[in-house]
Nanobody, 127 residues
Framework: QLQLVESGGGLVQSGGSLRLSCTVS????????IGWFRQAPGKEREGVSC????????DYADSVKGRFTISRDTANNTFFLQMNSLKPEDTAVYYC????????????????????WGKGTLVTVSS
């Protein structure tokens, strides 16, 4: 069973930066397509970024393009979301997720495509 644990959330001022980490255990990280999602109060969970199993393809939600960067460290079975120029509207619980796949290039931000989820970490951006 794949397990994912997020860390790195917290309170930051508008314009600041945070780096979220997702530590994966159970199986090698590069067996999965991975992604970051978020859920703001009163809103549905939405995709933020994804990274393919091959590591060669990434994608971002329009709202975070140019500000957020997804990456991974396969040696330590951990992936990251570097968040810069944070805005109050980025406030949400952030989740990491993974999908088992044989498609090397699969990069998806569709919530219902993901098989495994972390429990989330809260990011609060103050104005």
């Amino acid at each position: 069973q794949l397990q994912l644990v997020e860390s790195g959330g917290g309170l930051v001022q508008s314009g600041g930066s945070l780096r979220l980490s997702c530590t994966v255990s159970g199986f090698p990280l590069n067996w999965y397509a991975i992604g970051w999602f978020r859920q703001a109060p009163g809103k549905e969970r939405e995709g933020v970024s994804c990274l393919s199993m091959s590591g060669g393809r990434t994608d971002y939600a329009d709202s975070v393009k140019g500000r957020f960067t997804i990456s991974r460290d396969t040696a330590n079975n951990t992936f990251f979301l570097q968040m810069n120029s944070l805005k109050p509207e980025d406030t949400a619980v952030y989740y990491c997720a993974a999908r088992g796949t044989t498609e090397q290039a699969l990069c998806t931000m569709r919530v219902n495509y993901m098989d495994y989820w972390g429990k989330g970490t809260l990011v609060t951006v103050s104005s």
